[in-house]
C-alpha cells in the first residue's frame, strides 16, 4: 500500500516558470490536503479539498491553483513562480472524521525558487 | 476556526530522561481528535499518537503518553526514557467533527533536540 506519492522530490524553478506538483492517494481517502513548510516553521494549509470536484482556499492560497477530477489525484499547480514560493511541500490525506481520523502525510517536496 | 498553540518553539532533553511538551487548543465543541506528529530530519510527517475526545483515559503508546485535560483545552506529550531518536520536530493538531470544510489544525511546532 503506497499511502500517499508526491512528485517530485526535488525541484529547482526560475522565477516566472509554472510548475504541477503531483500528489496522489490510494486510501479512498475524501479529504486532501496541501501544506507549505518555510525553514523552521509550522504548516500552513494552502488549499483542502474534502471530495472530488470540490475544493476551496487555506491560509496562503495566492500563487497557487489546484483541481480534484479524481478522489486520488489533487495536483498544485505554481503559476508565475515567486521566490517567496520556495518552500517544501506537502500533501496529506484522509478519511472524514470517524475512526480512522488522522491524516497521512507525502514525503514532502522541496522547491526552489531561483 | 480553531487554534492550536504550541508555547514551546525548542526544547531539550537529556537522553534517557523525562520531556513534556506542551499544546493548548481553543474550540467550541464537545467532539474532536487530538493528534502529536513527529517531523524528524528527514521531514516525514509520522503520527504519534492520537486521542479521541471523548474518551477520558489518556492516550499511550509504548514510551508517549498523552495529558488530556478537556475542560483546559490542554493535551501535553510525555515522552520517557528519551533517545537520540526522539530528536525532532513535533506538532500538536486538532481535528473537529465538522465535514464539508477544513477541519484539521496545527499548532507551530516545538522542536526537541535531546543531548547525549
Known amino acids: 500500500n503506497a499511502g500517499v506519492t508526491q512528485t517530485p522530490k526535488f525541484h529547482i524553478l526560475k522565477i516566472g516558470q509554472s510548475m504541477t506538483l503531483q500528489c496522489t492517494q490510494d486510501?479512498?481517502?475524501?479529504?486532501m490536503y496541501w501544506y507549505r513548510q518555510d525553514p523552521g516553521m509550522g504548516l500552513k494549509l494552502i488549499y483542502y479539498s474534502v471530495g472530488a470536484g470540490i475544493t476551496d482556499k487555506g491560509e496562503v492560497p495566492n500563487g497557487y491553483n489546484v483541481s480534484r477530477s479524481t478522489t486520488e489525484d489533487f495536483p498544485l499547480r505554481l503559476e508565475l513562480a515567486a521566490p517567496s514560493q520556495t518552500s517544501v511541500y506537502f500533501c496529506?490525506?484522509?478519511?472524514?472524521?470517524?475512526?480512522?481520523?488522522?491524516?497521512?502525510f507525502g514525503q514532502g517536496t522541496r522547491l526552489t525558487v531561483v | 476556526a480553531q487554534t492550536v498553540t504550541q508555547s514551546q518553539p525548542e526544547m531539550s532533553v537529556q537522553e534517557a530522561e523525562t520531556v513534556t511538551l506542551s499544546c493548548t487548543y481553543d474550540?467550541?465543541?464537545?467532539?474532536?481528535?487530538l493528534f502529536w506528529y513527529k517531523q524528524p530530519p528527514s521531514r516525514q510527517m509520522i503520527l504519534v499518537i492520537r486521542q479521541e475526545a471523548y474518551k477520558q483515559q489518556n492516550a499511550t503508546e509504548n514510551r508517549f503518553s498523552v495529558n488530556f485535560q478537556k475542560a483546559a483545552k490542554s493535551f501535553s506529550l510525555k515522552i520517557s526514557d528519551s533517545q537520540l531518536g526522539d530528536a525532532a520536530m513535533y506538532f500538536c493538531a486538532y481535528r473537529s467533527v465538522t465535514t464539508g470544510a477544513n477541519n484539521l489544525f496545527f499548532g507551530t511546532g516545538t522542536r526537541l533536540t535531546v543531548i547525549p
Open positions: 486510501m479512498n481517502h475524501n479529504y
Open positions: 474550540t467550541s465543541e464537545s467532539d474532536y481528535y
Open positions: 496529506a490525506s484522509s478519511y472524514p472524521p470517524g475512526q480512522v481520523a488522522e491524516a497521512f
